[in-house]
């Protein structure tokens, strides 16, 4: 009897389970491939690409004087006293490392202008992810994380979760639609 009453629970709480599973919608989608066809991303594209080119420049420019200075010292160094020569050394160790700190600096304000830039396609994109999502019932939406595998373990290969998005933002598949996701990263051309 006692294992009937347990048999009986069992199963009113896998039937309930089942019950409850159904109601889940999960939708998959890749954000690099939707902003990559955002009309806004061109502009960007340059935006970055002169911000890029000016800070190369800017780099070029400074790794010149140093490399002027340090010939420099290399022709007149027999000439110099001790002291002044360790004067220069110190001199041009100095240029060296306000060379090394721009560089980094460099890196560090492209990385911040770039996201200044994506910011706001990024969030036309996510507002557009959650209101397909609220739209169609979804519960879930997961998306491939930026150069690892996805985190999703099985999808449909019909899921149509990426073009309802591309379509809220009034964009369009170029021919051979979205990218495999067993591809990390992979991102078709946007047809430039």
């Known amino acids: 009897m006692k294992a009937r009453i347990i048999l009986s629970a069992i199963a009113i709480f896998c039937f309930g389970f089942m019950g ?9 989608t890749n954000v690099d491939y939707i902003m990559s066809l955002m009309p806004e991303m061109e502009q960007i594209e340059a935006d970055i690409q002169d911000y890029s080119n000016q800070l190369g420049q ?13 010939q420099a010292f290399q022709q007149t160094a027999e000439t110099m006293t001790e002291e002044a020569m360790n004067t220069r050394r110190q001199e041009l160790m100095t240029m060296q490392q306000e060379l090394q700190k721009f560089q980094s600096d460099a890196q560090a304000s492209y990385d911040r202008k770039l996201t200044e830039l994506l910011e706001p396609v990024q969030t036309k ?9 609220a739209e169609n019932n ?9 150069g690892q595998a996805p985190v999703l373990l099985y999808t449909k290969d019909d ?3 990426t073009d309802l998005v591309l ?19 992979a991102v078709p051309p946007s047809g430039q």
């Open 20 to 28: 409850n599973a159904q109601d889940i919608k999960i939708g998959y």
């Open 58 to 70: 800017q780099l070029q420019t400074k790794r010149q004087n140093f490399e002027q200075q340090a």
């Open 167 to 185: 379509t809220k933002l009034g964009l369009e598949a170029p021919a051979g639609g979205q990218p495999d996701p067993s591809m990390p990263g």
């Open 125 to 133: 994109v996510y507002n557009a992810i959650n209101s397909v999502a």
């Open 159 to 161: 899921d149509p979760f």
């Open 138 to 146: 979804y519960t879930h939406v997961l998306a491939e994380a930026a």
